[in-house]
T-cell receptor, first 112, second 114 residues
Framework: DAKTTQPPSMDCAEGRAANLPCNHSTISGNEYVYWYRQIHSQGPQYIIHGLKNNETNEMASLIITEDRKSSTLILPHATLRDTAVYYCIGNAGGTSYGKLTFGQGTILTVHP | DAGVTQSPTHLIKTRGQQVTLRCSPKSGHDTVSWYQQALGQGPQFIFQYYEEEERQRGNFPDRFSGHQFPNYSSELNVNALLLGDSALYLC?????????????FGSGTRLTVV
């Protein structure tokens, strides 16, 4: 699995967009970028994943650079309930059987 | 539809004892993985079970063992508990679509070893 690098913490005002960066310069061609988040005392929650195209779902948008060395998770209108640790993970599925390698993640704090 | 269910939610054990944690996967999921999350760290992969066999294992000693039952539920056993085994233990069940895996995590079991 690719090594990912994320800032340890970020702040965001409620109602504004939260942009969480992730560096994955060693990602291989068949590895997807996954984002999970973990709210205090709960298990990680799947947010979104992508390979090379930008993706959007009801929770967030994922922007992947053309060279695939970095990506940004965008929460368009952050709320206090979005305060959590956000993990960016590179994963190929296939023979790795989907094992997820978590790093330290980014602690996002949304304030009023 | 119930998600992943783990029991118990909290547990206190004494050093040297043995513990069993339980996990019921989400309906339709046939694969169960276990993770250990120490305080302030990201989850670390312990092992994964599929078709009642351990398919993949992380860097954990043999004191950590598991089992999967025909109904896909799973147990994690830890023998000879150490203080360092204190952590949140997460179970994740997964499905596979077009070669990709999606995970649903339970809320975990908080194990404290004293």
């Amino acid at each position: 699995d690719a090594k990912t690098t994320q800032p340890p913490s970020m702040d965001c005002a409620e109602g504004r967009a939260a942009n969480l960066p992730c560096n994955h310069s060693t990602i291989s061609g068949n590895e997807y970028v996954y984002w999970y988040r973990q709210i205090h005392s709960q298990g990680p929650q799947y947010i979104i994943h992508g390979l090379k195209n930008n993706e959007t779902n009801e929770m967030a948008s994922l922007i992947i650079t053309e060279d695939r060395k970095s990506s940004t998770l965008i929460l368009p209108h952050a709320t206090l309930r979005d305060t959590a640790v956000y993990y960016c993970i590179g994963n190929a599925g296939g023979t790795s059987y989907g094992k997820l390698t978590f790093g330290q993640g980014t602690i996002l704090t949304v304030h009023p | 539809d119930a998600g992943v269910t783990q029991s118990p939610t909290h547990l206190i054990k004494t050093r040297g004892q043995q513990v069993t944690l339980r996990c019921s996967p989400k309906s339709g999921h046939d694969t169960v993985s276990w993770y250990q999350q120490a305080l302030g760290q990201g989850p670390q992969f312990i092992f994964q079970y599929y078709e009642e066999e351990e398919r993949q294992r992380g860097n954990f000693p043999d004191r950590f063992s598991g089992h999967q039952f025909p109904n896909y539920s799973s147990e994690l056993n830890v023998n000879a508990l150490l203080l360092g085994d204190s952590a949140l233990y997460l179970c994740a069940s997964s499905w596979r679509t077009r070669g990709l895996y999606g995970y649903t995590f339970g809320s975990g079991t908080r194990l404290t070893v004293v």
